[in-house]
T-cell receptor, first 110, second 114 residues
Framework: QKEVEQDPGPLSVPEGAIVSLNCTYS??????FMWYRQYSRKGPELLMY????GNKEDGRFTAQVDKSSKYISLFIRDSQPSDSATYLCAMNNAGNMLTFGGGTRLMVKP | GAVVSQHPSWVICKSGTSVKIECRSL??????MFWYRQFPKQSLMLMAT?????????EQGVEKDKFLINHASLTLSTLTVTSAHPEDSSFYIC??????????FGPGTRLTVL
């Protein structure tokens, strides 16, 4: 079993929909949680960074962490075609080594 | 802030030649740099971790004599693929960290070995 599980998708939604992306993990020591967005043939871009449990909002993006369930989510409101990309969750406990999920490919159709 | 560049963005080389890829942190000092490779529709695979002035730490299965990593300064790391072969063709991505928990990624280098 992988340390971090993420549904690969693809997830296809119409423009304007609310998107929910999720990861589950097994290592209870993880405390720092990140979401990266990766466009095709580009490097990942850091979207959200959360410490421990709780919610964090930035514009149309909301990150949620539920450490008791070992479950993290990224919500995208009013999704746009430009949001079409692969979304990677990543996490760590100490230091800066990251454990990545496999990524979810999102397609937002106009 | 937190901008990481890579050069070149793409390279095509003949089998048996060596290719050097540069990774630079443009607006911060990177105590640690990471090198990943990524095959199509797959996630990132960590190859090695390097700290400035130290030898790189390679992940299991990654040949250190084939993938030479130099981290000579707090803003520059290089990856040299020696005696490249077609199976080395991939997307190579570096990331940099200033000691906090996040990593900031470069735009990637697409290597094609003929």
């Amino acid at each position: 079993q992988k340390e971090v599980e993420q549904d690969p998708g693809p997830l296809s939604v119409p423009e304007g929909a609310i998107v929910s992306l999720n990861c589950t993990y097994s290592n209870s020591a993880f405390q720092y949680f990140m979401w990266y967005r990766q466009y095709s043939r580009k490097g990942p871009e850091l979207l959200m960074y959360t410490y421990s449990s709780g919610n964090k909002e930035d514009g149309r993006f909301t990150a949620q962490v539920d450490k008791s369930s070992k479950y993290i989510s990224l919500f995208i409101r009013d999704s746009q075609p430009s949001d079409s990309a692969t979304y990677l969750c990543a996490m760590n406990n100490a230091g800066n080594m990251l454990t990545f999920g496999g990524g979810t490919r999102l397609m937002v159709k106009p | 802030g937190a901008v990481v560049s890579q050069h070149p963005s793409w390279v095509i080389c003949k089998s048996g030649t060596s290719v050097k890829i540069e990774c630079r942190s443009l607006d911060f000092q990177a105590t640690t740099m990471f090198w990943y490779r990524q095959f199509p529709k797959q996630s990132l695979m960590l190859m090695a971790t390097s700290n400035e002035g130290s030898k790189a730490t390679y992940e299991q299965g990654v040949e250190k004599d084939k993938f030479l990593i130099n981290h000579a300064s707090l803003t520059l790391s290089t990856l040299t693929v020696t005696s490249a072969h077609p199976e080395d063709s991939s997307f190579y991505i570096c990331s940099a960290s200033a000691g906090a928990h996040e990593q900031f990624f470069g735009p990637g280098t697409r290597l094609t070995v003929l």
